[in-house]
């Protein structure tokens, strides 16, 4: 590397080689006058990766470090590098933390709401998910911001037809089919996960030429096959993960896409990666009343009542938008989604971020 050139490493706290490290990595790869290294980390040895990215950064020593993710394990680096050896860093992050860990831990959430604000306040600058996110962290101290909303990825592989993948899992061809893709990890603070809502209330309606398909893994699949009972493999399907690059695949076999969130300090800042896949694939989509419900939406989102997916009030109203849909309804709010979202594209925010990142290091260096 040349002693000239300025040095940029970034890792992902959720791991090497996962979606968030694919998105930081090509994030930065517009720096084309500026070395960049990754530096592993894995999440699942969370204080050994901490002591080895320590290790890389005192190796490395890079004019800025960038950090994907929120974790402690490597927030605690990114502060010890500031404090220890000027080293300026900047973090981005799809979530408001103490919230979010609140939602799971509620005697951690205040810890992890000081770690957050110490995070802003030190940081050199923050990469948002969403514009909302950016703001909070304006608000806590971070001297700027910039918003990278997420992208499609392999929406170039969207050709599988609706027959081929229905027939695959045995979803009746003439059902109207609400799906879901992702992570489903299970809340037991909340009792829920992605996908509780669709299967509880496909339980609770009258009709039976619907079916729902949930996509995806964690720790809430084995809970969602046993709440499904009797109705699993024939109107409820749970496929289980699928590669990034067939989530476009399996979208082809859905009419309307589920995508709630809590009307909270958690869903209320987010947008989720999953707005522009659905749109991609041309489905509408069922959901709350968010702000991204309104910013991002138009004729073609559903917003109903309910301050959660596992609200009462949110699960009696999609019971009866279960009930009451209807193909015309699908293919009218189909006719007016928009195919490729402004706020997720991919160049764009290549370009964003390389002025964000070369405007950084011209201004900040190393203490």
């Keep these: 590397m040349s002693a000239s050139r300025k040095r940029v490493a970034w890792f992902a706290t959720k791991g090497s080689g996962t979606n968030e490290a694919l998105r930081i990595q090509t994030l930065l790869s517009g720096l084309a006058d500026v070395d960049i290294v990754e530096l592993p980390f894995d999440k699942g040895a969370k204080l050994s990766s901490a002591k080895k990215l320590w290790a890389e950064v005192r190796k490395t020593n890079p004019d800025l470090l960038v950090m994907e993710g929120t974790g402690i394990a490597g927030g605690a680096v990114c502060l010890l590098s500031k404090l220890l050896k000027g080293i300026p860093f900047v973090f981005s992050s799809g979530d408001a933390v103490g919230p979010y860990v609140a939602s799971h831990a509620p005697l951690l959430g205040w810890a992890f709401a000081l770690y957050e604000r110490i995070l802003c306040r030190w940081c050199s600058g923050f990469i948002g998910w969403t514009p909302y996110l950016v703001g909070r962290a304006l608000t806590f101290g971070a001297p700027r911001g910039m918003t990278a909303a997420g992208w499609v990825i392999g929406s170039e592989q969207h050709k599988?037809?609706?027959?081929?993948?229905r027939s695959r899992w045995g979803v009746p061809q003439d059902h109207l089919v609400v799906g879901l893709v992702g992570n489903l990890q299970w809340n037991a603070n909340r009792?829920?996960?992605?996908?509780?809502?669709?299967v509880q209330a496909i339980q609770?309606?009258?009709r039976r030429d619907l079916s729902v398909v949930i996509v995806g893994d964690g720790s809430g699949l084995p809970k969602l096959r046993e709440a499904a009972g009797a109705l699993l493999d024939k109107c409820i399907f749970l496929s289980g993960p699928v590669?990034?690059?067939e989530v476009m695949n399996v979208l082809s076999a859905v009419d309307v896409a589920s995508l709630p969130?809590?009307?909270?300090?958690?869903?209320?800042?987010?947008?989720?990666?999953k707005f522009p896949e659905y749109a991609a694939a041309?489905?509408?989509?069922?959901?709350?009343?968010t702000p991204a419900a309104y910013d991002l939406g138009g004729d073609w989102i559903w917003r109903l009542k309910g301050a959660a997916p596992w609200d009462a009030l949110y699960l009696d109203a999609l019971v009866a938008w279960m009930n009451g849909l209807s193909r015309e309804d699908v293919n009218t709010k189909s006719a007016a989604v928009p195919r490729s979202m402004v706020?997720?594209?991919r160049q764009d925010q290549v370009r964003r971020t390389k002025n964000f990142i070369e405007d950084i290091l011209g201004s900040s260096g190393k203490d």
């Design 282 to 289: 041309g489905l509408p989509i069922v959901t709350n009343q």
């Design 261 to 273: 969130q809590s009307m909270d300090g958690v869903g209320m800042f987010r947008y989720t990666t």
């Design 160 to 165: 599988a037809s609706r027959v081929e993948v």
């Design 343 to 345: 706020n997720f594209n």
């Design 191 to 198: 009792h829920c996960c992605y996908g509780w809502d669709l």
């Design 204 to 206: 609770r309606i009258e």
């Design 243 to 245: 590669p990034l690059d």
